[in-house]
């Protein structure tokens, strides 16, 4: 499935848990529907910090409209960190990382192995 965007909704919405998560992580998976990402799905205890967010990507259940993941970077860095680039190709190909301070500019899209990735914007 060829992904065409983001909704600016989800978006949105993954900024504000970032905010709220502060100073903690929060790592969600990304769903796509007819090539729109427009879903997420909470892992179960994902206040994570960088060495546990690999752990619960090995209790992901196969999805088929799996697109990626999105998570914090409390630190402000909108970088992928070694940890992220280990489990980036695990749960598909769009990866966000939101960092502090959260305002609406404060996201970045990567490639499962870290490249920085352009993604359209849908309302
Ligand atoms: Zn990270």
């Known amino acids: 499935m060829k992904i065409r965007g983001i909704r600016n909704e ?3 919405l ?3 848990l ?4 502060h100073p903690n992580e929060f790592v ?3 769903r796509e529907r007819d090539g729109i990402i427009e879903e997420m799905n909470m892992l ?5 910090t960088e060495s546990s967010a690999s752990l619960l990507f090995d209790m992901m259940p196969l999805d088929t409209h799996l697109a990626g993941s999105a998570h914090s970077h409390p630190n402000g860095v909108l970088r992928p960190s070694d940890a992220d680039v ?3 190709p ?4 769009y990866h966000l990382i939101i960092g502090y ?3 609406e500019s404060d996201w970045k899209c990567f490639t499962a192995d870290g490249t920085p990735q352009q993604i359209e914007v849908l309302a």
Request: hydrophobic fraction near 40%.
């Open 86 to 88: 280990n489990f980036f």
């Open 28 to 30: 969600a998976l990304l």
């Open 14 to 16: 993954l900024i504000e």
């Open 101 to 103: 301070p959260y305002r």
């Open 18 to 21: 970032g905010r709220n998560s």
């Open 10 to 12: 989800l978006l949105l």
């Open 44 to 48: 179960p205890g994902t206040t994570a």
């Open 90 to 93: 695990r749960s598909g190909r």
